[in-house]
């Protein structure tokens, strides 16, 4: 069984920089695509990056060129480098499977862009 343990969400000012850290108890080699979701207060959840397990990712259009994805499958960890930070990328970001296995959530790192 999975566990999924986020970590590096913080309060950071526009233009600013995360990076968030998720770590598998368990391996996640077998787990063909993750990816990491955010969610906002009042608003639905969102895919906003994921990759493959051969490290091919794919970007929601409002983060690309900002957001970077990576995994280590040997240290079972996916990271999201998050750059020049907007306020509306405020929200709460988990990572999961692609698609999302209940069982996976994670408590998830609140990342807030605030002035």
């Known amino acids: 069984q999975v566990q999924l343990v986020e970590s590096g969400g913080g309060l950071v000012q526009p233009g600013g920089s995360l990076r968030l850290s998720c770590a598998a108890s368990g391996s996640i080699f077998s787990i063909n695509s993750m990816g990491w979701y955010r969610q906002a207060p009042g608003k639905e959840r969102e895919l906003v990056a994921h990759?493959?397990?051969?490290?091919?990712?794919n970007y929601k259009d409002s983060v690309k060129g900002r957001f970077t994805m990576s995994r280590d499958n040997a240290k079972n960890t996916v990271y999201l480098q998050m750059n020049s930070l907007k306020l509306e990328d405020t929200a709460v970001y988990r990572c999961?499977?692609?698609?999302?296995?209940?069982?996976?959530w994670g408590q998830g790192t609140q990342v807030t862009v605030s002035s």
């Open positions: 999961n499977a692609v698609p999302p296995r209940f069982e996976y």
């Open positions: 990759i493959t397990r051969s490290g091919i990712t």
